[in-house]
């Protein structure tokens, strides 16, 4: 049955408003073998064409229709435009098969293509987007048609991907406005990240993405809380590096062994409520790691014997720095460590967060 354009209201579709919904896939069948259990998990037929016979396919029981790159080798926007223009229903996808520029895909949201999905990297959630962009969003605004069905397909994919719903999404010839409020610097991290993937996006500005509950935890409490987490994943490896936070930006300084670990405090850092920044002052050096930490052990052990009075140290070297921490029973101890460490070793100045009770 013919889709010819109609005054059709542009009302919110659903899988689940048809008695037979089914999506029109023009290309071959090897794209279903990406797509496992699609119709008995999404209540939808599959109906696969070629390029000449998607018409005699389409009916009103025809929810999407998705156009495989690899099927359209030639003139691909004259054909896309073509079935936009004689089609008010239902909307069009698109797989891209080959890297392009930008410039390519925000012409095919211009002539109406409602998502453009990078193929096959995005299988996995290429029917979750084709749900979700049919439902209705708010927060959605585009200059024009291509702006404002790119925006959909970005509202589409954090709504998948990030799970973040309050976010205003502004686009201006392919530029993203993210705005809003999110947890952490993590999230908006995630955030910004989803929306670089989507093909069709040009740059990503979230300058107004605001990260809320900024005073409810102070630099210190951020700061245990990270060396902590440090202490529990790097073990003896925690005396090469260390942790400082001032405004919420929290700086990590030192050597590592393994870079891996550090991406791990970082992220860490990033999912704590308030921290604006999370700033590496890293050295990936395996044999500076061991020796600063081999170092700091031996200088521990020493400080114990000659200081009588201390209950607890932990001392960790970065660089021209050094930190030393813990509990001494006399008060005059604090000072006096500090000039030992000045003395025994080559560095700037200490870092002096001992507590004497």
Partial sequence: MNLAKKNINNKALSLYSFRQPNIVIVGD??????LPNIEKNFNVEIIFSDSADVRKKINNSTVAVIVDEKKVKSKITNYVENLVNEFALPPIFYLSREPKKSSFFTSLYNKGVQG?????????????????????????????????????????HLMLESGLKNIKIVVIDGYVLLKGSVKSLYEKNILTGETSKILGVKKVIDNEIKIRNFDEVTDKELERRIKLYMGNILGDEKRSLSVKVKDKVVRLMGATRDCRSIVDIEKFAMKQAGVKEVVRQVKVKPSLASKRSE???????????????????????????????????????????????????????????????
């Fill in 29 to 34: 069948v090897s794209i279903k073998k990406r």
């Fill in 116 to 156: 453009v999905v990078d193929w096959p990297q995005e299988s996995q959630v290429l029917l979750n987007v084709v749900v979700e962009s049919m439902k209705s969003h708010e927060n959605i605004l585009g200059k024009n048609k291509g702006d404002r069905n790119l925006a959909k397909i970005i509202k589409a």
């Fill in 295 to 357: 170092k700091a052990r031996l200088l521990e052990r020493k400080i114990k014997k000659i200081f009588k009075g201390v209950r607890h140290i932990s001392i960790r070297l970065f660089g021209e720095y050094v930190e030393v921490s813990g509990v001494v029973k006399v008060g005059g101890d604090r000072n006096l460590i500090e000039k030992y460490l000045l003395q025994v070793l080559p560095v700037k100045k200490v870092i002096n967060k001992l507590y004497a009770t």
